[in-house]
């Protein structure tokens, strides 16, 4: 695995964990942890303390009948395989744009797009983007990771290369420029990323008691 | 949520073993042989360490159905406790019970002992499944690692220091009082990342990181030469 310097911030990646994220935003903390080992230990961590939680909770005896039913379930219920991972398209990315690759629409010269998923609140694009083009900005309010999936881009902040993700503010002013070389091919979010914390009285209700 | 205290003391963080000088990436970091497994099960059955994980290595290795079921008996009814505890009606959660364990059939080669114990490995799977119910949508995950399965020598070492490491992290929680874990809980459901679960509580979790991301390395390192 290369060197990746810029990660996704532990709590952002508990808050993925929890299912707290909105679509476009978890897809990008997914595909980053495809590719970062390091991310992935944090909330394979994370899983850990789950279970040793679970084991500690009140057990509640399940419906007698449910074993057999689930041993029936496993003779006659078929494993939907996962799409598989394509050139720097990681296994995320593939399962998003269901296994077909990018239909690239073009933004100008040098600069193309594809979106994945766009919604009033969010969206998440892939964008392609030769040597020495800046990176489109893709919005001016809300949270943007951008992850770098092929090439290599710099802005005053730094360089980031393939795994890393730059996550930013609306208002950080920057002007990301793809480095020359191979084409930067990104996985970029924006987000007001609050969509999703709707849901998480009713998550916790009955633990909070609210 | 960062605010939250501990109404009495947590328990000292347990001191940890001295650490099992690590062997050199000698190679063959694979984790599905039935030969090279058995050792592991062995070890695993003398210290009489986690039942659930034997079962899920044994359910993997053999696919064995009345393993299955010894499987099922340990985790379910707390699976269950869990998943109504978190908001679901009993038909709901009993309908994720099933989902999962069906999953857990299906995936058991992706199970890693290197990198999970199978509380652990389950619950992501159960709260994966339950999380998709509340949301509506299909939440997107990382890549699945596939894991060797021909050469022989896993590294038992490595595989038993992570599940002692969580024994310890187990018998930390199980001494603890419930407004205790209660409180562990809403941190872990809130947004704190477990090196500030690690700070509130003493909880051996860095450890445990260490481990895992060690697993991992090595992983890839062996599916890289081949
Ligand atoms: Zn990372």
């Not at chain 1, 800046?134 to 809300?142: F, L, M, N, Q, R």
């Not at chain 2, 407004?179 to 941190?187: G, P, S, T, V």
């Not at chain 2, 697993?215 to 081949?226: D, M």
């Amino acid at each position: 695995m290369k060197q990746i310097d810029h990660h996704i911030a532990p709590e952002m990646l508990a808050d993925y964990s929890n299912g707290h994220l909105d679509y476009a935003t978890s897809l990008v903390v997914a595909s980053h942890v495809s590719l970062c080992d390091s991310c992935r230990a944090e909330i394979d961590t994370f899983d850990v303390l789950g279970g040793a939680l679970l084991q500690e909770e009140i057990a509640q005896e399940p419906s007698p009948d449910l074993e057999d039913t689930i041993l029936k379930a496993i003779h006659t219920s078929v494993a939907q395989p996962r799409v598989k991972a394509s050139g720097p398209l990681p296994q995320p990315v593939m399962e998003a744009l269901n296994g077909k690759q990018p239909a690239w629409k073009s933004l100008g010269p040098g600069i193309r797009q594809h979106i994945i998923a766009r919604d009033k609140k969010s969206s998440v694009r892939l964008l392609y983007i030769e040597g020495g083009k800046p990176v489109p900005e893709h919005s001016h309010k809300g949270q943007e990771l951008t992850l770098v999936l092929q090439g290599a881009f710099g802005d005053k902040t730094g360089e980031f290369h393939v795994g890393d993700v730059e996550v930013a503010d609306g208002d950080l002013e920057h002007q990301p420029i793809a480095m020359h070389g191979e084409a930067c091919i990104c996985l970029a979010s924006t987000s007001d990323n609050l969509i999703f914390k709707s849901m998480l009285p009713r998550l916790l209700q009955p633990i909070f008691g609210i | 949520m960062c605010t939250v205290a501990l109404k009495s003391p947590p328990p000292a963080p347990i001191a940890l073993r001295p650490k099992r000088v690590s062997k050199a990436l000698k190679g063959k970091a694979i984790r599905g042989n039935t030969t090279g497994n058995f050792r592991i099960v062995e070890k695993m059955v003398e210290t009489k360490r986690d039942e659930a994980t034997l079962y899920l290595i044994k359910v993997r290795d053999h696919r064995d159905e009345l393993v299955f079921r010894k499987l099922y008996r340990s985790l379910a009814p707390k699976l269950l406790g869990h998943l109504q505890k978190r908001g679901m009606t009993r038909d709901a959660a009993e309908e994720v019970l099933q989902e999962t364990f069906v999953t857990i059939w299906q995936k058991a080669h992706q199970f890693d002992p290197a990198r999970a114990n199978a509380a652990a490995w389950i619950f992501q799977i159960a709260r994966n499944k339950m999380i998709d119910r509340f949301r509506g949508d299909k939440r997107p995950l990382p890549a699945d690692i596939e894991i060797l399965t021909e050469t022989q020598d896993p590294d038992a070492e490595d595989i038993l220091s992570l599940q002692d490491d969580i024994a310890e992290l187990q018998t930390a929680l199980s001494q603890m009082n419930a407004d205790q874990r209660d409180i562990i809980e809403k941190a872990f459901l809130g947004e704190m990342s477990h090196s500030e679960i690690q700070e509130l509580t003493g909880l051996p979790l860095g450890t445990i990181k260490s481990r895992i991301r060690l697993g991992l390395e090595k992983l890839r390192y062996e599916l890289s030469k081949t």
